[in-house]
């Protein structure tokens, strides 16, 4: 039975539902006064239905009374039992916690001060042992390599002229064990898929490749020693030389010639060749002995080691490469014939391994150089002479990676140029001293003068001069040697790609400004104000704010400047038409058509002609020049000032003999009437 039935079997009973249910029973059994005749009847058998109610009610009372007590009793009885559990469950608890702190391991955070365990003394012993057997073994792989090594150097000591291949066997022992090293190493990166390599293959790589410079060092201090006899580094006169230096010194280069030889066969296609470029040892033996004059000349604090003298240290290889020249190509060519290197040019070979000295010096001088753009310029300079210099001797630069990758020739200019950091500093000075070099131009008190005296030009100013048949200014020929300077500056560059870049950001912006100014010049003629003409400083040789406006455009000194501003457009132009038929810029040109990324360069500049307009149906090549849309746009700069001065000539003119015509076409009387009717007649 539930708690909510009992809760309601003990709830007291409702007295008026009771008495309603009698009113209700009354009222259906005695519905008429006839049936009063069983009212006795009813009665008897309610007072019995009463008793046994009353006796039932009795006996549930006292059910309840014991069932209530029963239920008292073993909730009691329920309840110590339940503390006793709970007691035992904590005691239970408690002794888990102990036991399960005493199974937590030594090296856990939460027990670091606790001793391990027997099993993690075991297993901790077997980890150590495991260790000192890798251990033993790597040691033994150590002392093993270093143990052949030595005997690899002690038996290259001990070797005599000539040289042999069983004079290396030591050292092919060497090179044997540390391939099988590899080998082993190898196979077990394969099994734990390690990227890198193992510290002992390095190691062992690293002992047999000195071991190998080892045994080249010791040939090639007899070498040293040989050289030292002949003069070296000095210019060689070999004939003169006696027997026995000339055989020392041919009997140590062929021992290192022979020496390559078997370094290339022991390795194959290993360390001796994915290096790229290698120099024959002799040569190297010769050029290192360059490189110690080298460093004391220009890599200490002598006063031959200056920053802005780049030329010095350039010029000591220059002369270096020539003096030996003959010394290359008639001895040491002659020893190579009969070697696996007689197909080497021994003396681009030297010239290849002395050609890194500049490229350190170099790299160590740049850095300094980058907030000197004076000091910059001329070293790239300087640079970029000793390649040409170069090649006119008939050698040819080696280009590195970085080279290849912005078509560069290669050469010691390249270690500047491939880096854009250092291109792009050279780049600016460049175009800062050109622009300060315009407006110093601009700026002159004689820019706009007409040069009158035929004395001073140059040769090749005449023939310019005699081309156009024009005097020009000051400024215009300024401008002109300006930017056959900066052609001279950056035309040995030789990538295309930075020749453009200079095109662009330095030439073409002097040209275009000049442009401007002779076209603002005409501006301010045409508007009459004096006050424009002030806002065009320079213009056309503008001298002073109060200068009457009326004098600076009438009159001869108004043709004058008229005549100025066509001069030098003229000028100019001649001198781009000429330009742009030079081998240089139809070059330049040519190499900008063909390739997409310097086209779309060239075709995003405003100044540079479209090659699209100008091509011709039946080749890919322009028909214009470089300079044709600047051209282009002085010729109609020089239109526009021909006609400003023949307007302003024939305005003044007609103003100048409207006086005249107003007198001759007034007569006073009929002779004079006559008179002015023939003389208008005549004129």
Request: net charge negative; glycine share 4%; hydrophobic share 35%.
């Amino acid at each position: 039975m539930s708690s909510e039935k009992i809760q309601r079997l003990l709830e007291p009973s409702d007295v008026s539902a009771a008495h309603q249910f009698a009113l209700e029973y009354l009222n259906s059994s005695f519905a008429h006064i006839d049936d009063l005749h069983e009212i006795d009847k009813v009665l008897l058998q309610t007072k019995a239905r009463s008793s046994e109610l009353q006796r039932q009610l009795s006996a549930s009372q006292q059910s309840i009374d014991s069932l209530i007590t029963k239920t008292r009793v073993a909730a009691l009885a329920n309840l110590d039992t339940a503390r006793g559990l709970a007691e035992d469950r904590e005691s239970i608890e408690n002794e888990m916690t102990y036991l399960s702190h005493e199974l937590v391991s030594s090296l856990s955070p939460s027990k670091s001060e606790a001793s391990p365990t027997l099993l993690e003394d075991i297993e901790t012993m077997h980890r150590i042992l495991k260790e000192l057997e890798s251990v033993r073994a790597y040691v033994a792989v150590i002392e093993r390599t270093l143990t052949l090594s030595e005997g690899a150097v002690a038996q290259s000591r001990g070797t005599p002229s000539p040289l042999s291949k069983s004079s290396t066997s030591e050292y092919n022992r060497l090179s044997a064990f540390v391939s099988d090293v590899v080998q082993t190493c190898d196979s077990v990166q394969d099994i734990g898929s390690v990227d890198q390599s193992l510290h002992l293959v390095t190691f062992v790589r690293r002992i047999r490749d000195k071991t190998w410079l080892d045994i080249k060092g010791i040939f090639s201090a007899k070498l040293t020693s040989a050289l030292e006899k002949l003069q070296w580094p000095m210019p060689v006169d070999y004939p003169t030389a006696s027997a026995n230096d000339r055989k020392s010194f041919e009997s140590a280069f062929r021992d290192l010639i022979l020496l390559q030889e078997i370094g290339e066969n022991i390795e194959g296609s290993t360390n001796q060749t994915e290096m790229g470029f290698q120099g024959l040892y002799p040569l190297e033996t010769l050029a290192h002995a360059i490189s110690l004059r080298f460093k004391y000349h220009f890599d200490t604090e002598r006063e031959t080691n200056r920053l802005d003298k780049p030329e010095w240290y350039l010029s000591h290889i220059m002369n270096v490469a020539h003096d030996h020249r003959p010394f290359m190509d008639d001895v040491i060519q002659r020893l190579l014939l009969g070697t696996k290197y007689q197909r080497v040019n021994a003396w681009q070979n030297y010239i290849t391994l002395l050609i890194p000295i500049l490229e350190r010096k170099l790299r160590r001088t740049v850095p300094t150089l980058l907030s000197h753009p004076a000091l910059l310029a001329h070293t790239v300079y300087q640079a970029l002479i000793f390649d040409s210099n170069m090649r006119e001797l008939g050698y040819e630069f080696v280009a590195s990676a970085e080279a290849k990758k912005t078509e560069e020739k290669g050469g010691v200019s390249s270690v500047i140029l491939c880096q854009k950091e250092w291109f792009d500093a050279w780049l600016e000075g460049e175009k800062k001293f050109a622009e300060d070099q315009y407006l110093e131009i601009i700026s002159s008190s004689d820019a706009w003068h007409i040069v009158d005296d035929d004395s001073n030009d140059s040769d090749e100013h005449k023939l310019s001069r005699s081309i156009a048949e024009l005097k020009a200014t000051n400024s215009a020929r300024r401008i002109k040697a300006l930017v056959e300077q900066v052609t001279d500056r950056y035309s040995p560059l030789p990538s295309f790609a930075h020749r453009t870049r200079f095109l662009i950001h330095v030439q073409l912006p002097i040209l275009e400004q000049y442009y401007s100014r002779i076209s603002s010049s005409l501006d301010a003629f045409e508007t009459l104000s004096s006050a424009l003409v002030r806002a065009v400083p320079g213009a056309l040789g503008v001298e002073g704010a109060k200068t009457d406006s009326r004098k600076l455009t009438e009159g001869v000194e108004g043709s004058q400047r008229l005549c100025k501003a066509l001069l030098s457009a003229r000028y100019v132009e001649s001198a781009m038409q000429r330009w742009g038929e030079e081998e240089f810029f139809l070059e330049l040109w040519t190499e900008i058509n063909h390739r997409a990324a310097l086209r779309t360069r060239a075709e995003m500049h405003p100044s540079l002609p479209n090659s699209a307009d100008h091509q011709s149906s039946k080749s890919d090549a322009p028909e214009c020049t470089i300079f044709e849309e600047l051209i282009t746009q002085y010729t109609k700069l020089a239109s526009r000032a021909e006609d400003m001065l023949v307007s302003q000539v024939c305005g003044e003119t007609e103003a100048a003999l409207k006086p005249h015509f107003v007198a001759i076409t007034t007569p006073k009387d009929g002779s004079d009437a006559q008179h002015a009717h023939d003389s208008i007649a005549v004129a």
